[in-house]
């Protein structure tokens, strides 16, 4: 038998074993008037009673067949990890307090920041989830209602009461597709038999890349001070998130292949680091600037410290330690680059999205395309182009000058120097020849 085998056998026997403990637990009782009801223990003393609940069109009381069975999925529920509570709420009144939709929700939130914790869950997920259960939160429409009255007619209300608190399409997508994260939860805790068939999605407009032209996107790399570039070629010429790129550590790097297995959780120097966004690791090559750049300015002791592959040089007064770039960071040196250039485009714009665009109009791979960019679903990589299948390796732009009109004059040296205009100062970048 497998470890796989192995573990599942003993998670079976775990709860088993769980289940049999539970023999004893609570008991089917006669009350005097001839109901039959469940009773369990508190866990301060004394008893719950469970009743059959009446429902529209009448219900017969409980048979003494019919408790027990109740008895027993309470028995099996709380022997696989639910509370007492959570065991015998399905035969409480659908407005019960441990029925309403906040309640749940909150207990839902519990287990998400359990989750983070443990670096299963973006922090920052988290904290939107935190911010929508909070007062006055987009989940208070539903203060008092039940789980059992969650309908496509109640969503849709729902909907538009958030698109009237002035959310957009977007925002409200995000929210119900949290929603409906939550109610999966209840389905597969058996708290809920069904959930609805259909769902009120918003349709936002789908955000269209901004992407650069190539050449553009060099000079705004020209405009970046040489000892700062790494992790901006490691962006723009590998398709890296911020996240992964900030997270690589100096091991990661070997013989012109990168791992990429970990991404920060935020844009603050203490959030976490865990595993990527679609929890896969990928194994990308480097293309030659960025080796290059690794090989100058990046020391190989640094493997043996675990230190980071991309460190913030800090200037000015006093001296500090080089550590992971934060986000702002990040995003400041990106806008004094491309001021310097002359163009307005965000981070992720100029880096990510004007990679994947530069790669589809190069015919790359669909499926090559979306492996380097780490995209879960195949729709998120359809944005830049469906083309053939293509190699790894076909992903990574030419070198510059590499992809000239055939007969452009080549430069004569391996290695040239020019100024970036407006930069103050004449900032020489080196411009290596294919």
């Given at each position: 038998?497998?470890?796989?085998?192995?573990?599942?056998?003993?998670?079976?026997?775990?709860?088993?074993?769980?289940?049999?403990?539970m023999?004893?637990?609570?008991?089917?009782?006669?009350?005097?008037?001839?109901?039959?009801?469940?009773?369990?223990?508190?866990?301060?003393?004394?008893?719950?009673?469970?009743?059959?609940?009446?429902?529209?069109?009448?219900?017969?009381?409980?048979?003494?067949?019919?408790?027990?069975?109740?008895?027993?999925?309470?028995?099996?529920?709380?022997?696989?990890?639910?509370t007492?509570?959570?065991?015998?709420?399905?035969?409480?009144?659908?407005?019960?307090?441990?029925?309403?939709?906040?309640?749940?929700?909150?207990?839902?939130?519990?287990?998400k920041?359990?989750?983070?914790?443990?670096?299963?869950?973006?922090?920052?997920?988290?904290?939107?989830?935190?911010?929508?259960?909070?007062?006055?939160?987009?989940?208070?429409?539903?203060?008092?209602?039940?789980?059992?009255?969650?309908?496509?007619?109640?969503?849709?209300?729902?909907?538009?009461?958030?698109?009237?608190?002035g959310?957009?399409?977007?925002?409200?997508?995000n929210?119900?597709?949290?929603?409906?994260?939550?109610?999966?939860?209840?389905?597969?805790?058996?708290?809920?038999?069904?959930?609805?068939?259909?769902?009120?999605w918003?349709?936002?407009?789908e955000?269209?890349?901004?992407?650069?032209?190539?050449?553009?996107?060099?000079?705004?790399?020209?405009?970046?001070?040489e000892?700062?570039?790494?992790?901006?070629?490691?962006?723009?010429?590998?398709?890296?998130?911020?996240?992964?790129?900030?997270?690589?550590?100096?091991?990661?790097?070997?013989?012109?292949?990168?791992?990429?297995?970990?991404?920060?959780?935020?844009?603050?120097?203490?959030?976490?680091?865990?595993?990527?966004?679609?929890?896969?690791?990928?194994r990308?090559?480097?293309?030659?600037?960025?080796?290059?750049?690794?090989?100058?300015?990046v020391?190989?002791?640094?493997?043996?410290?675990?230190?980071?592959l991309?460190?913030?040089?800090?200037?000015?007064?006093?001296?500090?330690?080089?550590?992971?770039?934060?986000?702002?960071?990040?995003?400041?040196?990106?806008?004094?680059?491309?001021?310097?250039?002359?163009?307005?485009?965000?981070?992720?714009?100029?880096?990510?999205?004007?990679?994947?665009?530069?790669?589809?109009?190069?015919?790359?791979?669909?499926r090559?395309?979306?492996?380097?960019?780490?995209?879960?679903?195949?729709?998120?990589?359809?944005?830049?182009?469906?083309?053939?299948?293509?190699?790894?390796?076909?992903?990574?732009?030419?070198?510059?000058?590499?992809?000239?009109?055939?007969?452009a004059?080549?430069?004569?040296?391996?290695?040239?120097?020019?100024?970036?205009?407006?930069?103050?100062?004449?900032?020489?970048?080196?411009?290596?020849?294919?």
């Amino acid at each position: 038998m497998g470890h796989r085998g192995q573990f599942a056998s003993h998670a079976a026997a775990v709860h088993a074993m769980a289940w049999l403990e539970m023999g004893d637990f609570g008991a089917v009782r006669r009350h005097k008037d001839g109901r039959i009801y469940v009773e369990l223990p508190k866990a301060g003393g004394g008893e719950r009673r469970i009743w059959s609940q009446p429902v529209p069109g009448g219900r017969m009381p409980w048979s003494e067949e019919s408790a027990n069975r109740a008895l027993e999925l309470i028995r099996s529920r709380i022997a696989q990890g639910a509370t007492v509570d959570e065991a015998m709420a399905i035969f409480l009144p659908s407005g019960h307090a441990i029925n309403l939709v906040l309640a749940r929700a909150e207990h839902w939130l519990a287990v998400k920041r359990r989750e983070a914790d443990a670096g299963d869950r973006s922090p920052t997920y988290v904290r939107e989830l935190e911010r929508y259960l909070g007062p006055n939160g987009h989940f208070s429409w539903w203060a008092g209602r039940s789980i059992h009255e969650v309908s496509y007619a109640a969503l849709e209300d729902w909907s538009h009461w958030l698109a009237d608190r002035g959310l957009s399409p977007k925002t409200r997508w995000n929210v119900l597709a949290a929603f409906r994260s939550f109610l999966g939860w209840l389905y597969r805790r058996e708290e809920v038999r069904e959930l609805p068939r259909e769902y009120p999605w918003p349709k936002p407009p789908e955000r269209t890349p901004a992407p650069l032209s190539a050449r553009t996107q060099d000079e705004i790399l020209d405009a970046i001070p040489e000892d700062r570039r790494g992790i901006y070629l490691a962006m723009a010429l590998m398709g890296l998130r911020p996240g992964e790129a900030v997270a690589l550590d100096v091991a990661d790097y070997h013989d012109g292949w990168l791992t990429v297995s970990k991404a920060r959780k935020g844009d603050r120097l203490d959030s976490p680091i865990r595993s990527t966004k679609t929890g896969k690791v990928k194994r990308l090559p480097v293309p030659l600037p960025l080796q290059e750049w690794i090989e100058e300015y990046v020391e190989r002791e640094g493997r043996l410290r675990a230190e980071p592959l991309f460190t913030v040089p800090w200037s000015g007064r006093g001296i500090r330690p080089r550590g992971r770039w934060s986000g702002t960071s990040l995003r400041r040196t990106w806008v004094e680059a491309c001021e310097r250039v002359g163009v307005k485009v965000s981070l992720y714009a100029g880096t990510k999205h004007t990679f994947a665009t530069d790669a589809a109009a190069r015919g790359v791979s669909e499926r090559a395309l979306q492996t380097f960019l780490g995209h879960a679903d195949v729709r998120s990589t359809r944005r830049y182009a469906r083309l053939a299948d293509g190699a790894l390796l076909e992903v990574l732009r030419p070198p510059r000058g590499a992809d000239r009109a055939r007969g452009a004059r080549a430069p004569k040296k391996d290695q040239q120097f020019r100024k970036v205009g407006g930069g103050g100062g004449g900032n020489r970048t080196r411009v290596r020849s294919a």
